[in-house]
């Protein structure tokens, strides 16, 4: 190619596929929930988005500069979309725990589960808590019990904790040198003085070469 | 402490970061999944960022500021292994020069934090946690790749066949070796290797990869002492295209 | 790098007349009310088809904005510059990735949204059919270009639809980065050595008509699709963009001593609406279906990539992690 883009005249070649060629079929990969913490370490884990990676690992490795190579982070986690289990989304005020129905206890081995919740259409689910249940309708039970603050609660998603990829207490150093990467942020650049002292400079001079603030026609 | 031995140690670890640095980041807005393009690119402002750290030290015992130093010196004015300013090629040679040199840095300034050279130290301790991602993603994609399709082993052990000899030009040895071991400052080329040694190694061990006898690699050195190959000098004027309309400009 | 509501092509409303009335009613009431939608929510067709479109070529706009200004990164000057540009491009990738979320909510895949971009199906923001020839052009986009797109993207947060409205707050967020960016940048040129101011003013020649052309056509010749209004999928007219965008953005080009090259350019007191001369909608729609400077290698350059890594997808494919469309 013969472009303004050293990089692009880097490329090699390469032939589009002509019509009779079968087109290779489309790579899919798996999807991964996001959640992370920012600021500090008090505040609960807020889902922010998707990744898309063919394993857990993957999708650990690649959130981590999708979603957090800004401001303060301490940790993040990662589960695949499947093991999210999701609750119909409610009307109005109403709360979805009203829709929850006791069951009778459920005998087997308890998990932990981790329940979050979403208390407005539009905002981002967030973690509201651990509860130990013997499996997914369970643990929406037992959330309606230990978490239900009366206000409304639109949804629920109810993740069992061991699908979780979370950040290991030694990889917190992960996230040390973000606050200081100021150079992506919009702090980093005020042109304000240089600014001022150009505008200044140029009210100075006797010939006012730039355009008048406005030209009224 | 003799100063030259010092400048020559951190002149050889900036330069490798900002020739490395600068080639990931042709890789933005062209990489192969849109997660590990932004992925790939944060490790090369990590990459450039530290050479600035870097640079700035060199600053403060009177060299040049660091744009000077970057930006203005020769080809056979700089330091840097020849394995990173090899064109980037195709992502599996990307991946493993990633793979070979991360590992190898990490260790560096795993042993520079207990450096007798203050700041050197200091930098290393802050910087560990960008280190450790920047190996956890290189493990992550070579143990993927390296395990994964026939296709996939097949280039990826081609590129760490290519790449091994001029992997040993990172630890070329440098003349003031032994005095920048006897007085703290670094633990030499020599324990560096031989722990870079260790860890790709055991890496490698849980891929289909095999990793080829070093005894019988060729090394490429002479980056250390300013003979580059010939993709050095294309890259700095590439770099410095701007910077050259004026160089006592304000950008 | 868009986000302006424009999808290029023609809006069939057909479908509207038969959907169920009930679910309809109750759709119209949420939006009135201003809840947003998310994806389990009943939608009508073409609600969510529109929005396919929308989000989908914005996400385009983001991945192929990438490489006019790619192309600098090696060659910006100074570490400053470097970083910032690095970090910046880095962003249209991110922003590109929100996006391309965002849509898949509604059941497309992304894969196949890339698919279409390759082939030339789906469109992309115009203004990155043309060529940066200089440092001065990097800018000017860094600068203007990221200003217009925020001005659509700051209406289009209010819009209806949950995970676009998300993806759009995260991206506002990382904007006003950009924008600071790219002003820094065009004082450091305006205040600079003679040969910086040229080099600029070069730039804002060239670019301007391009800018111009970025709301999309005028209002008079441009199709209207009331009920995208009303279902919040169209925030704005784009000459209310565009206007929005002069008054913002003139006066800051001005103050710095640059000209712009239209004679006819100046705010009308009477009207509060900025006088201009009528960009050339012609040129506008050949340069939109492929007849533009860079098209051809914009797409070249995506097939390109696309091809690169199609070993290492299929070395990342694995059989247990199945694709599924994102909750958010």
Known sequence: ?217 | ?251 | MYGGGNTFEGVKTDSVAQEDPVKLGEFEGRIARGEKIEPSDWMPLLYRKQLIRMIEQHAHSEIIGALPEGTWITRAPGFKRKMALMAKVQDEVGHAQLLYSAAETLGKPREQMIDDLITGKSKYSNVFNYPTFTWGDCCFISWLVDAGAIVNQLANAKGSYGPYCRALERICAEESFHLKYGHHCVIYLATGSSKQREMFQDAINRWWPPMMHFFGPADMISTHTPVLMKWKVKMGTNDDMRNQFLDMYVPKVWELGFTLPDPNLAKNSQTGRWNYTEPDWEEFKRVINGDGPCNKERLEVRRIAEERGRWVRKALKSPQAAYVTPLA
């Open chain 2, 1 to 251: 402490m003799n100063d030259i031995a010092l400048k020559e140690l951190l002149y050889k670890i900036a330069d490798d970061q900002l020739i490395l640095g600068h080639r990931n980041s042709e890789w933005t807005g062209m990489g192969p999944l849109l997660e590990e393009d932004i992925a790939f690119s944060s490790m090369a402002q990590d990459k450039v960022g530290q050479s600035l750290a870097i640079y700035t030290l060199l600053h403060s015992l009177g060299d040049g500021d660091p744009d000077t130093l970057a930006f203005t010196r020769g080809g056979n004015q700089f330091q840097n292994c020849v394995l990173v300013e090899l064109p980037n090629g195709e992502y599996d040679f990307s991946l493993v020069r990633h793979f070979l040199f991360d590992t190898a840095e990490a260790i560096r300034f795993d042993l520079l934090s207990n450096s007798s050279y203050e700041p050197l130290a200091q930098l290393a301790k802050k910087i560990r946690g960008e280190l450790r991602y920047h190996t956890l993603h290189a493990n992550t994609w070579i143990r993927q790749l390296g395990s994964s399709t026939e296709e996939s082993i097949a280039r990826i052990q081609a590129s760490l066949n290519f790449s091994l000899p001029f992997a040993m030009g990172i630890f070329e040895v440098s003349p003031h070796e032994n005095e920048l071991i006897e007085s703290g400052v670094f633990a030499g080329e020599k324990e560096l290797k031989q722990r870079w040694l260790a860890k790709v190694e055991e890496i490698i061990h849980q891929t289909d990869l095999r990793l080829p006898d070093l005894n019988a690699v060729e090394p490429v050195l002479g980056g250390r002492v300013g003979k580059h190959s010939e993709h050095l000098q294309p890259l700095l004027e590439e770099m410095s295209e701007v910077f050259r309309i004026d160089p006592t400009a304000e950008w």
């Open chain 1, 1 to 217: 190619m013969n472009s303004l883009d050293p990089r692009v005249n880097r490329l090699p070649s390469t032939r589009y596929p002509v019509p009779n060629e079968p087109t290779a079929p489309l790579d899919q990969f798996g999807t991964f929930e996001v959640f992370v913490v920012q600021p500090k370490e008090e505040k609960p884990f807020q889902h922010e988005g998707i990744v898309h990676a063919p394993n857990l690992e993957m999708a650990y490795v690649l959130a981590k500069e999708a979603f957090t190579r800004r401001f303060v982070c301490v940790s993040l986690y990662v589960v695949d979309t499947t093991n999210v289990a999701v609750s119909p989304m409610t009307e109005g005020d109403v709360s979805i725990y009203q829709q929850i129905e006791d069951r009778p206890g459920q005998a087997g081995e308890k998990l932990s589960y981790e329940i979050y919740h979403l208390t407005k259409r539009g905002k981002q689910h967030v973690h509201a808590g651990t509860v130990q249940a013997v499996n997914g309708p369970d643990a929406m039970v037992k959330a309606k019990h230990q978490f239900n603050s009366g206000k409304g609660i639109c949804s629920v998603w109810v993740i069992r904790t061991k699908d979780i990829r979370f950040t290991l207490p030694d990889e917190k150093d992960l996230w040390n040198t973000l606050p200081e990467k100021k150079f992506r942020d919009a702090s980093a650049y005020k042109g304000g003085d240089k600014l001022s002292m150009f505008l200044q400079s140029k009210q100075n001079t006797s010939d006012h070469s730039g355009h008048s603030d406005n030209a009224d026609q």
